[in-house]
């Protein structure tokens, strides 16, 4: 049974680019969110995806965004890439019906 | 006040000994709490859920849950070298896959 699975590992941007950023959940799970991790700290939520539609959304600006499709994978979409972007962008599967979440292996992305 | 506080460590302890690490939460409406360790580099893996006053153990993992006094914490006995790690405490204030608050983790060092 495969984790939750991430694409790509390793990720090298300028800034003002758009990168996205992929998720394929644990078999079962069909909940997705996103959390952003900076050297240094706790990860912090960015959104969560269920039933295709984003359900919550943490404190990060519109130029985060996201999708979920049919088959309860995700995207994360982030545009006009800062410096202060640089960080460790993790994925988490759950079920609707638990709060338990597991984290795929994370893409580190570095905007230089 | 931050949400989710813990001790950034590092907290040293030798192999052998029990490795007592603390969180305490602000959210009185906080519902599930969570354990995390995370290896340099790595993503962050659950080894323990809690939902109710009292203690939960699993193998050397003892967490620890009261929410009069609104503090999680997590015991490990028999400390090894492999637990050398951050660990992170997650809090859920929604039980059905809501967002994951969490502190900044400690950082733990078992000297050999």
């Known amino acids: 049974d495969a984790g939750v699975t991430q694409s790509p590992t390793h990720l090298i941007k300028t800034r003002g680019q758009q990168v996205t950023l992929r998720c394929s959940p644990k078999s079962g799970h069909d909940t997705v969110s996103w959390y952003q991790q900076a050297l240094g700290q706790g990860p912090q939520f960015i959104f969560q995806y269920y039933e295709e539609e984003e359900r919550q959304r943490g404190n990060f600006p519109d130029r985060f965004s996201g999708h979920q499709f049919p088959n309860y994978s995700s995207e994360l979409n982030v545009n006009a890439l800062l410096l202060g972007d640089s960080a460790l962008y993790l994925c988490?599967?759950?079920?609707?019906?638990?709060?338990?979440?597991?984290f795929g292996q994370g893409t580190r992305l570095t905007v230089v | 006040q931050k949400e989710v506080e813990q001790n950034s460590g590092p907290l040293s302890v030798p192999e052998g000994a029990i490795a007592s690490l603390n969180c305490t939460y602000s959210?009185?409406?906080?519902?599930?709490f969570f354990w995390y360790r995370q290896y340099s580099g790595k993503s962050p893996e659950l080894i323990m859920s809690?939902?109710?006053?009292g203690d939960k153990e699993d193998g050397r993992f003892t967490a620890q849950l009261n929410k009069a006094s609104q503090y999680v914490s997590l015991l490990i006995r028999d400390s090894q070298p492999s637990d050398s790690a951050t660990y992170l405490c997650a809090v859920n204030t929604i039980n059905q896959g809501g967002k994951l608050i969490f502190g900044q983790g400690t950082e733990l060092s078992v000297k050999p």
């Open positions: 809690i939902y109710s006053n």
């Open positions: 959210d009185r409406g906080s519902q599930s």
């Open positions: 988490a599967s759950s079920r609707s019906s638990s709060p338990e979440a597991f």
